[in-house]
């Protein structure tokens, strides 16, 4: 019997959560990431649209604004990014990496035939992730030295952490790899035209303050043929799925990120970030607006839809 | 696959004389009965009959109507609209026409979608936009030859009418057969793409895939029925096609002879079954009605 209660408040969570979800928890508007590091933050680059607002977390701020908090959130959580990302999916982050990572296959060599070399740009890549995954699977399961990737991050702090990572890689790997500091939505000057076999960018786009930019700039950086791929969190389909996980994200999350890293405020942005999120659908509408291909549906949910991959190709001329 | 409960308009338009004639004189219809998803290719309008004739003369070159957005979803089939886009979009069926060229070596496999790739133009990377793979492949394969059977069908019976009659059955078997044909090219690989369409994550779309075909066959067959034997004829020719297909895959015969007359057997059985079937219907009725009769000589008001 004792179960019975906790059955019950789930269900009132679920009808609840879609009637008073958004006033229940929105944050009071004068909170502010007090636990920045303001020394670190990279000096802001303004374009065109940098005063216009965009959302951070349940908030509503300038594109500017967005960046620098962004960046604050990620420099406090750095150190103990892959920690907190264990706790947060209890591990399963693991099982959706290593699945995006295969499922793109980068490397991969028609049998008999002569590899040839591909460049992977790593978004938001800081920590290395991805990045040393598409490594060892094209170095030493497809057997294909000559794939490079490029790490790039807006965040100085999590370039670190990934710099400071890739020191145990085997030393062919880490020729193969390269760092950059830039912003996705103007790779200008830094990432050439048309140059790039695979756009990666994983739990990293719900961050952007401009979306479409950033899709842009992925689809002018790609070779024709190349492929655009995106792990991000997404909407989960099941209603009861979404009720615990929408009690398990905004209840425990910000409080294992108080308790595990100190920092209350980031881990809230994270989890609002994530409700902000567009769903599935929308979000394959800005990758073809952005004048991508996609094939089937377009996207493939994990885990219910917690999280989602999503991708687009590059049509050839 | 839905119950045979079209709207009032479809149902109304079925009894008409403008259905049967439409359905007389468009054998090219391919369009699938009215219940069927809309996102089959049908090639009614979008592949004109000599586009298919083009592709089974030239099987170098397949192609299928393509879609470039999301694929749009009619519940209802209808002659009098244009059809429903298929179901691949522009740069997957052009990397999946490029692969399928490569199946009968390297089988429904990442390898020939590599080599797929590479001849048509793109770099190794654009096969994982994929998002099934091999499987993606073996779905070319059966919309593929699932598009073609109309215009062989419009082909295969166009003596009917001018002193040449078919029964149903018989226009049936033949285009069982007919497909069965389209899968010459690849049997050497059929086997374990039966395999990989078993495989847990691919049996609802396999299930499907098999529901349509014989949905296009027996409609294509020209039977019209909208009573139980909606059902009982879909199942028949889902059971017979699989099954010859599995046969057609060990067999060693020339010109697959033997898969021929096993085809021939299962369907002498199946129309053996359903006269056992309707002589039982036809017992039980009988029986029924004389229990009425006896209870109400008895006095009973019923």
Redesign the interface.
């Known amino acids: 019997m004792a179960s019975r209660p906790g059955l019950r408040s789930i269900a009132a969570a679920s009808t609840s959560a879609s009637r008073t979800f958004a006033p229940r928890f929105v944050p009071p508007t004068s909170r502010s990431f007090a636990s920045t590091h303001p020394a670190s933050r990279p000096t802001t680059t303004t374009n065109d649209t940098s005063d216009r607002p965009t959302s951070f977390g349940f908030e509503t701020v300038t594109e500017s604004e967005k960046r620098e908090r962004v960046a604050g959130v990620f420099s406090s959580v750095a150190d103990s990014y892959d920690r907190m990302n264990d706790m947060m999916s209890l591990g399963v982050h693991r099982l959706w990496k290593d699945h995006y990572v295969s499922?793109?296959?980068?490397?991969?060599?028609?049998?008999g035939?002569a590899a040839?070399p591909?460049h992977i740009l790593d978004i938001a890549g800081g920590t290395g992730d991805i990045a040393f995954r598409h490594l060892h699977t094209a170095h030493v399961l497809n057997r294909n030295p000559d794939v490079r990737v490029t790490i790039s991050d807006i965040n100085p702090d999590m370039l670190e952490v990934g710099k400071k990572r890739s020191s145990i890689l085997p030393a062919s790997q880490q020729a193969a790899l390269s760092f950059l500091q830039a912003n996705a939505e103007d790779l200008t000057g830094k990432v050439a035209d048309n140059s790039m076999?695979?756009y990666t960018v994983a739990f990293g786009i719900r961050n952007f303050s401009n979306m479409p930019a950033a899709l842009q700039e992925a689809h002018r950086v790609l070779?024709p043929?190349?492929?655009f791929?995106c792990l991000e969190f997404s909407k989960v389909g099941n209603a009861l799925l979404d009720s615990v996980y929408k009690r398990w994200s905004f209840g425990a999350i910000p409080m294992i990120g108080h308790l595990v890293a100190g920092d209350r405020d980031s881990y809230q942005y994270l989890v609002e970030s994530i409700e902000n999120f567009p769903s599935q659908?929308d979000f394959?509408q800005l990758i073809?607006d952005a004048g991508f291909?996609?094939?089937?549906?377009?996207y493939?949910d994990l885990t219910g839809g917690i999280a989602a991959i999503h991708?687009?190709?590059k049509?050839?001329a | 696959m839905h119950p045979p409960t079209p709207s009032s308009g479809a149902l109304r338009r079925l009894g008409t004389q403008r259905w049967t004639t439409a359905a007389k004189t468009s054998r090219q219809c391919a369009a699938i009965h009215m219940t069927t998803r809309a996102t089959v290719p049908s090639t009614k309008q979008t592949l004109p009959s000599h586009a298919v004739r083009a592709a089974v003369a030239a099987p170098s070159s397949p192609t299928l109507p393509t879609v470039?957005?999301?694929a749009q979803r009619r519940t209802f089939h209808s002659t009098d609209h244009p059809p429903p886009p298929g179901p691949?979009?522009?740069?997957?069926s052009?990397?999946l026409a490029a692969a399928y060229q490569h199946v009968p070596e390297h089988g429904f496999s990442?390898?020939a979608l590599?080599?797929g790739?590479?001849d048509?133009?793109?770099?190794?990377?654009?096969?994982?936009?994929?998002?099934?793979g091999e499987f993606?492949l073996i779905r070319w394969h059966l919309e593929l030859r699932k598009a073609e059977l109309a215009g062989r069908a419009e082909e295969m019976f166009v003596g009917e009418g001018k002193g040449k009659e078919y029964k149903i059955p018989e226009k049936i078997e033949m285009l069982i057969w007919e497909r069965l044909t389209g899968n010459k090219e690849v049997i050497g690989q059929w086997q374990q793409a039966l395999a990989i369409m078993a495989s847990p994550t691919n049996v609802p779309v396999s299930i499907k895939h098999l529901a349509e075909l014989a949905d296009e066959i027996v409609y294509l067959s020209g039977d019209k029925a909208v009573d139980p034997s909606w059902y009982s004829s879909r199942a028949g020719v889902s059971a017979i096609y699989a099954s010859t297909e599995l046969f057609m895959t060990s067999d060693k015969s020339e010109g697959f002879t033997d898969t021929r007359q096993f085809l021939r057997r299962r369907m002498e059985e199946a129309r053996g079954v359903k006269g056992a079937l309707g002589n039982v219907g036809q017992w039980v009725g009988f029986s029924a009605m004389g229990a009425l009769n006896v209870a109400r000589s008895w006095g009973v008001r019923v």
Do not use: C, H
Not at chain 1, 103 to 111: D, E, F, V, W
Not at chain 2, 88 to 92: C, K, L, N, Q, S
């Open positions: 499922s793109l296959n980068p490397g991969y060599t028609p049998p035939q040839r591909q076999d695979l070779k043929g190349g492929v791929a659908e394959r073809l291909g996609v094939a089937g549906q377009g493939e991708r687009g190709i049509p050839l | 470039t957005q999301t691949f979009g522009a740069t997957e052009a990397l990442s390898a590599a080599f790739a590479r048509a133009g793109f770099p190794d990377i654009s096969t994982s936009v994929l998002p099934d993606g």
